[in-house]
């Protein structure tokens, strides 16, 4: 059974740094073609495909956000982490890690419950 | 980057309704895009991917159909549980887009 569920802070100032952690469960990231990704969803607006990370280490970044945005992965503990630096209130979402269909990268067939993230003075 | 604008933004509809919405890309994506469904306050669920393969214990009432730029979701006939919010998203070139989404309201 696959199952990802996101942690971190749910109040941050502009301009700091957020990490969200992505713990799951049910696959591991040390098998080939496994990825795990981060979305975001800003209250009332559309799904935004944030970054990927790949089996073997490969990353992949938004056009938009790259610039600030990194991730990791820790395969022992079955985990994949995302930071963003320079917080705005725009930045304001739920943030997702999602895992796409097993050998097919075209849809996202697992997602956590997803993180509130509130940036805020 | 690639650009998928879906229509209409909203949609009102009866149950037991054939429902159809639309997604266009910017620039062709073959057959790399998913269907979402999404409850308020809830993450979403696949529904199609790879343009028409429907998603593991999705009702068959639900079918996509496309290629190239453009793509429809069709909903046979409307049920309860179907009133949502649905999502168009490409894949290409190791970056993915999502649409702004359709609101399927009850009539």
């Known amino acids: 059974q696959v199952t990802l569920r996101e942690s971190g802070p749910a109040l941050v100032k502009p301009t700091q740094t957020l990490t969200l952690t992505c713990t799951f469960s049910g696959f591991s990231l040390s098998t080939s073609g496994m990825c795990v990704s981060w979305i975001r969803q800003p209250p009332g607006k559309a799904l935004e495909w944030l970054a990927r990370i790949d089996w073997d280490d490969d990353k992949f970044y938004s056009t938009s956000l790259k610039t600030r945005l990194s991730i990791s992965k820790d395969t022992s503990k079955n985990q994949v982490v995302l930071t963003m630096t320079n917080m705005d209130p725009v930045d304001t979402a739920t943030y997702y890690c999602?895992?796409?269909?097993?050998?097919?990268?075209?849809?996202?067939?697992?997602w956590g419950q997803g993180a509130l993230v509130t940036v805020s003075s | 980057d690639i650009q998928m604008t879906q229509s209409p933004s909203t949609l009102s509809a009866s149950v037991g309704d054939r429902v159809t919405i639309t997604c266009r890309a910017s620039?062709?994506?073959?057959?790399?895009l998913a269907w979402y469904q999404q409850n308020p306050g809830k993450a979403p669920t696949l529904l199609i991917y790879?343009?028409?393969t429907l998603g593991s214990g999705v009702p068959s009432r639900f079918s996509g159909s496309g290629s190239g730029t453009e793509f429809t979701l069709t909903i046979s006939s409307l049920q309860p549980d179907d009133f949502a919010t649905y999502y168009c998203?490409?894949?290409?070139?190791?970056?993915?887009?999502f649409g702004q989404g359709t609101k399927l309201e009850i009539k």
């Open positions: 998203q490409q894949y290409n070139s190791y970056s993915y887009t």
């Open positions: 620039q062709s994506i073959s057959y790399w």
């Open positions: 999602a895992r796409p269909i097993a050998g097919d990268y075209t849809g996202f067939d697992y």
């Open positions: 790879k343009a028409s």
